[in-house]
């Protein structure tokens, strides 16, 4: 049987899935202590079990997105923080290819938080 959280990836047609699949190693990749989780119903990372950024599609353009838990502490042109009090995302245009190097570092910044203890881990 396919796991929620495998199933999120699947439910994606091209090029939005091979989006957010590179999106997910991107992330994985960046620190040992990042597991991927199913929470709220959506694709969750956590860094040492804290939640700190998200993959979602938007419901008004369709753009994957990375959602950044405590993105309010970060400043960066390509963050958008639209309604919310505290997370940020960056959109994608799935078309194009990824600014890797802009998300590596706007992650960094994210992990920074908690590595720092400006965000506390339990």
Not at 42 to 66: A, D, E, N, T
Not at 94 to 110: G, S
């Amino acid at each position: 049987m396919i796991s929620d959280l495998d199933n999120f990836y699947l439910q994606h047609s091209e090029p939005v899935n091979s989006c957010l699949l590179a999106l997910r190693s991107m992330i994985l990749n960046q620190d040992s202590h990042i597991t991927a989780e199913w929470k709220y119903r959506m694709p969750f990372f956590c860094y040492k079990g804290k939640m700190f950024c998200y993959l979602w599609v938007h419901k008004i353009s369709h753009q994957p997105y990375i959602g950044i838990v405590e993105g309010k502490h970060i400043e960066h042109p390509d963050l958008i923080i639209e309604k919310r009090s505290r997370m940020k995302i960056m959109l994608f245009d799935p078309n194009l290819d990824l600014p890797v190097e802009t998300i590596d570092a706007i992650i960094q910044q994210a992990l920074d938080l908690y590595r720092s203890g400006v965000i506390k881990i339990k």
